[in-house]
């Protein structure tokens, strides 16, 4: 499984936002399903493949059962003429059964890539812990991808973590790089592995009608995963994204990847090849985003222009504020704060915009008192967060605030400047005008 949620409590209402988005994004289908396979803007789609040998309830199967189940999988891609890359936890494959699994995903053009050796969390270990891991995972399959004259060359990080803090995510940069390896990002993730036990226990008691509601989770998860990933990226990137799919060499995907590739086809999508999907500039220079959970690389992406408007957008409050004020215009200069705000400095507390605008009036009358207002931001800091998705799978949330560290100075015609510190806690605003900061104030501290 490559997910793991943090224990947040959902919220219900959270949830049913999101179903209801994801049924209006559904409504869109039929358009989009009549588009032609092969036409030129069908969106390059890469097929990976993850916890060979075998995932989930086949893994515990007998060899023939095991044998099974995977001729099962590779007769759906041939059908649908993909080549995946098919990722490998070097650990697991223990028998010459399993090594003959590894042979046949070879012999039907699929490209086998690491998994690690034995599956482990990157945030729950060291950084050489985690290295000396990837290390045995490589040395194991490139012995034993050599003599059939192939090369280990990609990679895939269990649960997606790529490291919980900024040096950690450099050591396993440099290791990969060092040892041949490319990370391959996951973009498209319907958490297919959380309906492989309940898939197994309704083939297991021979119930039919709960085997059929299983396949159609299975298949309804990764339509809306889907659905909201393709109009995320492509708002992202301002054209048709290309697009990485994670599923896992289970039971429950043997049965339904036939039914999900078709879908998949009919929406638009080409299965492309590991070279020209990961050739994209989108995958070139992957955004270094330490975090203790794993999740696609357009979520990253996502993530990261959130943060990168936050800050701009509290530092357009401060813009706002030095140019307001440097004109005389103290109202314009309190509008960035929220009606209920909070002022403190060393002699008080202000509460309410109104009160704060009375005080600077009162306070700084005329030009002479004022003089010339700037600004130096020392540190911002963003209030932001994980979400929890109806599938299990850690998201991104928005970013719901903020605070700034700023020096302020004033400069005077005829006297020395003065200089202090203010520490600001901001938020967006829920309905700001155009042209006005998307940001307020809640609290101000100024000394
Ligand atoms: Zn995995």
Redesign the pocket.
């Known amino acids: 499984?490559?997910r793991r949620h943090p224990s947040l409590v959902r919220g219900a209402v959270v949830a049913l936002a999101f179903v209801a988005a994801c049924v209006l994004d559904l409504d869109r289908g039929p358009a989009a399903q009549t588009r032609p396979v092969d036409a030129p803007a069908a969106r390059p789609l890469l097929i990976t493949v993850?916890?060979l040998p075998l995932?989930g309830a086949a893994a515990r199967g007998d060899a023939a059962a095991r044998r099974a189940t995977t001729e099962a999988l590779l007769a759906v891609l041939k059908k649908h003429r993909i080549h995946a890359v098919a990722?490998v936890?070097a650990g697991n494959v223990k028998t010459p059964d399993d090594e003959a699994i590894l042979q046949r995903w070879l012999d039907d053009g699929h490209e086998i890539g690491s998994?690690s050796h034995t599956?482990p969390s990157y945030t729950a270990l060291t950084a050489a812990a985690y290295l000396a891991d990837v290390a045995s995972s490589r040395a194991a399959l490139s012995a034993w991808l050599t003599p059939r004259q192939r090369t280990l060359r990609l990679y895939?990080f269990?649960?997606l973590q790529e490291g919980d803090t900024p040096e950690k995510v450099d050591a396993i940069r440099a290791a990969l790089a060092a040892g041949g390896l490319r990370n391959v990002p996951v973009t498209l993730d319907g958490s297919d592995w959380s309906f492989d036990r309940r898939w197994a226990d309704a083939v297991a008691a021979g119930d039919a009608a709960a085997v059929d509601e299983v396949r159609q989770d299975y298949l309804a998860a990764l339509r809306v995963a889907v659905t909201r990933a393709e109009a995320l990226a492509d708002r992202l990137l301002g054209r048709r994204a290309p697009q990485v799919l994670l599923i896992?060499a289970n039971a429950v995907g043997a049965a339904n990847w036939d039914a999900m590739f078709t879908w998949l086809a009919a929406r638009g999508h080409r299965f492309a090849s590991a070279d020209e999907v990961l050739a994209d500039e989108t995958f070139r220079d992957l955004p270094i985003d330490p975090g203790r959970w794993g999740y696609g690389h357009y979520h990253r992406l996502a993530r990261l222009r959130a943060a990168t408007e936050a800050r701009g957008a509290i530092a357009a409050v401060l813009q706002t504020q030095a140019a307001a004020w440097n004109r005389g215009d103290l109202e314009t200069f309190c509008s960035v704060y929220a009606a209920d705000a909070t002022y403190v400095s060393p002699n008080g507390q202000t509460h309410g915009r109104e009160a704060v605008l009375a005080r600077y009036r009162s306070k700084y009358p005329d030009a002479a008192t004022r003089g010339t207002l700037s600004f130096t931001i020392e540190e911002t800091r963003l209030a932001s967060g994980l979400e929890v998705t109806p599938f299990d799978a850690a998201v991104p949330g928005g970013v719901h605030g903020g605070s700034v560290l700023a020096r302020w100075t004033l400069t005077y015609a005829g006297k020395p400047p003065a200089t202090g510190l203010t520490l600001l806690t901001l938020r967006p605003r829920p309905a700001a005008a155009d042209g006005q900061p998307q940001w307020e104030i809640v609290q101000d501290a100024s000394f």
């Open positions: 499984m490559n993850d916890d995932a990722f936890i998994h599956h895939r269990p649960f896992h």
